[in-house]
T-cell receptor, first 116, second 108 residues
Framework: GAVVSQHPSWVICKSGTSVKIECRSL??????MFWYRQFPKQSLMLMAT?????????EQGVEKDKFLINHASLTLSTLTVTSAHPEDSSFYIC????????????FGPGTRLTVT | ELKVEQNPLFLSMQEGKNYTIYCNYS?????LYWYRQDPGKSLESLFV?????AVKQEGRLMASLDTKARLSTLHITAAVHDLSATYFC????????FGAGTRLTVKP
């Protein structure tokens, strides 16, 4: 149990375009989902926290108009990077909590975004 | 704000040797995690430590937690090449904060 998937696993897009990343909890209902960004050889930085049906809470310094997060159901959250630029190139990892009786975050496999 | 410090950041060791990675955090927390990350991959959960004095072991890795000192350790015993990876500690709940990571290389 506690499997989190992400799609796509990698994506290349042109500067100025938008790209959507999906995060799904496959075998449990995720009450809360998290989005992290990881630059090469660096640690994970929390971008935002989202609960189903409510607006995401963004960490300080994260542009909410650039990184749109939608948590439309208990099994799906999406991150849309709008008007992407090369500096947005990164490894984006989602996680989810909500497995009955467990509080840990379960991490997805990550999405590598390259903006050219 | 919760800060998590890990050291060392880089660790090169020979197979068969022992070593310890340290994780200090700045504010009280009742949850501490250790993760492993291989290049290009996401996180693999290693240990969840919830109480003072907690000790968990899995194979050649053992993690401990001292909540009074706000310190956790990840001890590696008789390292093997397969343990080469980056190890992160993380502290907190929904506001989880990660250490910078320790890049471990085990050489023959």
């Amino acid at each position: 149990g506690a499997v989190v998937s992400q799609h796509p696993s990698w994506v290349i897009c042109k500067s100025g375009t938008s790209v959507k990343i999906e995060c799904r909890s496959l075998d449990f209902q995720a009450t809360t989902m998290f989005w992290y960004r990881q630059f090469p050889k660096q640690s994970l930085m929390l971008m935002a926290t989202s609960n189903e049906g409510s607006k995401a809470t963004y960490e300080q310094g994260v542009e909410k108009d650039k990184f749109l997060i939608n948590h439309a159901s208990l099994t799906l959250s999406t991150l849309t990077v709008t008007s992407a630029h090369p500096e947005d190139s990164s490894f984006y990892i989602c996680s989810a909590t909500g497995l009955a009786g467990r509080f840990e975050q379960y991490f997805g496999p990550g999405t590598r975004l390259t903006v050219t | 704000e919760l800060k998590v410090e890990q050291n060392p950041l880089f660790l090169s060791m020979q197979e068969g040797k022992n070593y310890t990675i340290y994780c200090n955090y700045s504010t009280t927390s009742d949850r501490l995690y250790w993760y492993r990350q291989d290049p290009g991959k996401s996180l693999e959960s290693l240990f969840v430590l919830l109480s003072n004095g907690a000790v968990k072991q899995e194979g050649r890795l053992m993690a401990s937690l001292d909540t009074k000192a706000r310190l956790s350790t990840l001890h590696i015993t008789a390292a093997v090449h397969d343990l080469s990876a980056t190890y992160f500690c993380a502290v907190g709940g929904n506001d989880m904060r990660f250490g910078a990571g320790t890049r471990l290389t085990v050489k023959p």
